[in-house]
């Protein structure tokens, strides 16, 4: 199978030197790349900015904006079989980026935000898409019931909800995925690596489901 996934956080400029960010680290995507490409998988990589190598054997696309990585994934998303979005993006963006640095005043300062473009909906409006849709859903509370209501509303197979707060940075994670069905499964705190390859096998086994299914 083809799988597509997105990874680390996405920047949005405010003027050459500054940016909106977060805390992202790319590393529970990349596990999801290297375990998907050693069970045989294609992988396609679409990356915004982190520390870490990326895996050999991916066709694998550095992204800085948002705006570019809905570029990269729309590019591929006639091809796909798995799209995994687990890249943190930017949920706003400056609606102006400053051509120069914008200088230090004595008084405060604002900054104005429009949204950025939903990856995620944006592949859950398509009709007729071939492909399972992954999303992730990072969560500071309620965490199934943001989960569930990101699920219905972003019309995706699957969302693999995590704590924002044992997630972000670390080597280890916990899980809790919401399918379409209505089923649910909860994996506990292991390694990103174990993770990624329970995910991987997760993802297989839907998409095969689905297709079987259409059939
Ligand atoms: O609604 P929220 O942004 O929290 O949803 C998170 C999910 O949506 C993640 O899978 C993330 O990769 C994806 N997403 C996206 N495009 C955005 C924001 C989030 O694809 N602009």
Known sequence: MTFLITAGPTREPIDPVRYISNRSSGKMGYAIAEAALDVGHDVVLVSGP?????????????????????EAVHRYADELDVCVLCAAVADYKPTKISPTKIKKR???TSLELIPTCDILQSLGRQQNRKFLLVGFAAETDHLEANATKKLREKNCDI???NDACVAME????????LFCDG???????????????ELVKI???SQ???????L
């Open 208 to 214: 095969q489901k689905r297709l079987t299914k259409k």
């Open 170 to 177: 670390t080597d280890e994670n916990e899980l809790l995925i």
């Open 203 to 205: 993802f297989a086994n």
């Open 50 to 70: 982190v520390n870490l190598a990326p895996p050999t054997k991916t066709k694998f696309i550095s992204v800085s904006t948002t705006d570019e990585m809905f």
């Open 183 to 197: 089923e649910t499964k909860r994996i506990s705190r292991a390694s990103k690596t174990f993770l990624a390859r």
């Open 106 to 108: 004595a008084a405060g």
């Open 159 to 161: 969302i693999v909800a």
